[in-house]
């Protein structure tokens, strides 16, 4: 754990979604109360629709929340426009899917270089960053391979390092080993863990993967659209796992 | 991210290849459909440009330059007292019959110039001598007649004969002349000899043509002209507007090629269209990602239009370029017809854009409308 813990990272409180309208209305967040540290790996788990995912696209700023209120490194996203938005995710946040969304027709370079170009990097600066993360993750051979050419792990990696590029405070994870085997799951958690959690920094996970609950410094339930309980990974495995 | 966005557009071979397959034959049938168009329009007006004079001199009823209404003689001599003629002379302009030495026949346009001045002499003499129409029973044919009876076995040369209504026509000179509308080759001899070779009619003269005083405008020549009862008169740029709105408002022409245009256009625009929306639809997660990432709608409408515009050049390029080759090949055998103006390719250079901005719009409405959180579905 790191010293910088007590700086808040994320900082929710009741925050509410509803999909549709009328009777056909879904109400996906019912008041999310939620916090996260600096330097912390936290975790989001529970099953499938009590809104997970939702709530990760609220803290990252990809989805409006209907009320309540949502901090992220002192930001009020509830009230921040659609351009400024944009650019606070673009600064900020790095994003990795679990369908890892990489563009097929890029080689994994030009993948990993978007962030920076986002923020108006020149290609040169963008791609010499890219190359050097996607060296750390073991890739520095295959700068000019396209994503079909990898293997899962590979692109999760490729993903990884387009994730970290631009140095975002906070790193938002969605199921990142939903499409990896065991071992490849592992050790892209342990390059998350190793590469993401600096003191400047805070990774959200969302998993159904029990597999890596151990990474986690905290384990955050939710279920039908709250947070249940938050526990530490070591206590939340011996209780349900 | 521009250079992307078309790496983007590239590395879909199969949409890329369908898009710019699309594009191409849409610019392809446009330009060259209209291309074949203006150039029929051309030889509707071939003999204007075949006998180069200022103003035409016709039968008041007349409304075209390929339509004949004989005149009285008389009318020559009428024409020459209007103030401001510099001279008048007569034409005799009609489609004929011609037997060739096989005993088959061959359409001619036979042109009878004034024989003292050989005013509407054919502007390039390929062999032969102009002058020698004044021989007996002499003519001067065009290449599309050297190419007409070649088709029928008989080549023709200087030296050579035929009949015109049973009497015989000596080839004394080859020129080239402007393809007519109707394809038949023109026929050049003297305005009497025309007449023996005419059937018998009480009126023979077809035209007069005009030329005014040095200083005087056509046009007030012929406004004077026009005060004669009986006869109109046109300069030569009007008549030749004339016949074309003619053709334009009385004949199918039109119609045929707009449709052709026109399916061209809705092919692309369907074809083109469609393929970039799925294009667009296809990328929308990778775009949404990007989205998510901190791209702007702003940045995503370059990108999308970029690819838009990148193709439809391409696409405009390919298709004019092809257009060319035909236009090129088509003027060489000397049909169907072809002229390619610059106002063709504006207005299928527009179309083109229409599609893309068109296609382009569909499509950037579908990634601006996605919310950067499908990314995580």
Redesign the interface.
Not at chain 2, 289 to 296: F, I
């Given at each position: 754990m790191s010293e910088n813990r007590s700086q808040i990272a994320v900082l929710t409180r009741g925050v509410t979604k509803t999909f549709g309208r009328g009777d056909n209305a879904v109400r996906a967040l019912k008041g999310v109360d939620f916090d996260a540290q600096c330097g912390e790996l936290i975790m989001l788990v529970g099953p499938s629709g009590c809104g997970k995912t939702t709530f990760l696209s609220v803290i990252c700023g990809t989805m409006k929340a209907d009320s309540g209120s949502v901090d992220v490194f002192g930001t009020d996203l509830v009230h921040l426009g659609g351009g400024k938005l944009t650019e606070f995710r673009g600064r900020n946040v790095g994003f990795i899917f679990q369908q890892f969304n990489l563009i097929p027709t890029w080689n994994i370079l030009e993948n990993a270089s978007i962030p920076l170009l986002l923020q108006g990097q020149s290609r040169r600066k963008a791609q010499d960053a890219a190359a050097k993360l996607l060296t750390e993750v073991g890739l520095g051979e295959r700068l000019d391979a396209h994503p079909r050419q990898l293997s899962g792990g590979q692109q999760q990696r490729v993903a990884i390092a387009r994730a970290l590029v631009h140095e975002p405070r906070l790193l938002i994870c969605d199921e990142p080993t939903a499409s990896l085997d065991a071992a490849t799951g592992h050790k892209v958690l342990e390059l998350l863990k190793a590469s993401a959690c600096r003191e400047d920094r805070c990774v959200i996970v969302v998993t159904h993967d029990s597999r890596i609950f151990s990474f986690a410094d905290r384990i955050a339930e939710m279920e039908d659209g709250v947070v249940t309980g938050v526990h530490n990974s070591g206590e939340y495995k011996a209780q349900y796992v | 991210?521009l250079?992307?966005a078309l790496?983007?557009l590239?590395?879909?071979v199969a949409k890329f290849v369908m898009l710019l397959g699309g594009l191409t034959f849409c610019a392809l049938l446009m330009t060259q459909q209209s291309g074949v168009f203006c150039g029929l329009m051309l030889w509707t007006t071939s003999t204007l440009r075949n006998i180069k004079v200022p103003i035409w001199v016709c039968d008041a009823k007349v409304e075209q330059v390929n339509e004949v209404v004989p005149m009285r003689d008389i009318e020559v001599n009428r024409v020459r007292s209007v103030e401001g003629v510099d001279w008048a002379v007569p034409l005799y302009w009609g489609l004929i019959s011609a037997r060739l030495r096989d005993g088959s026949f061959q359409p001619i346009q036979l042109t009878g110039l004034d024989s003292a001045t050989m005013v509407g002499r054919p502007v390039k003499m390929t062999a032969g001598n102009i002058e020698d129409l004044r021989l007996p029973n002499a003519v001067v044919v065009d290449q599309i007649a050297i190419k007409k009876f070649k088709r029928k076995g008989i080549d023709l040369l200087v030296g050579d004969s035929f009949e015109i209504n049973d009497k015989e026509a000596r080839v004394v000179g080859i020129c080239y002349a402007e393809q007519s509308f109707l394809g038949q080759p023109y026929v050049y001899t003297t305005y009497e000899r025309a007449l023996e070779y005419a059937p018998p009619q009480r009126k023979l003269l077809s035209f007069v043509l005009v030329k005014p005083k040095d200083g005087v405008p056509a046009a007030e020549v012929v406004e004077r002209i026009r005060k004669i009862p009986g006869i109109s008169a046109f300069t030569d740029e009007e008549f030749n507007d004339r016949t074309i709105d003619w053709y334009i408002k009385y004949t199918g022409i039109p119609i045929s090629f707009g449709t052709v245009v026109l399916l061209g256009a809705l092919v692309g625009i369907a074809i083109a269209g469609q393929t970039f929306y799925l294009f667009v639809h296809e990328n929308v997660?990778?775009l949404a990602?990007?989205?998510?990432?901190?791209?702007?709608n702003t940045?995503l409408a370059e990108m999308v239009f970029l690819q838009a515009f990148t193709v439809g050049t391409m696409g405009f390029g390919l298709g004019t370029g092809l257009t060319s080759i035909f236009g090129n090949i088509f003027l060489k055998v000397g049909e169907p017809p072809f002229f390619l103006p610059w106002q063709v390719l504006a207005f299928a250079g527009s179309i083109i854009v229409f599609i893309c901005l068109f296609s382009a719009t569909i499509g950037l409405l579908k990634v601006i409308r996605a919310?950067?959180?499908i990314?995580?579905?």
């Open positions: - | 991210m250079r992307l790496k983007m590239y590395g879909d997660r990778h990602a990007l989205k998510a990432m901190g791209a702007g940045l919310e950067p959180a990314v995580f579905r």
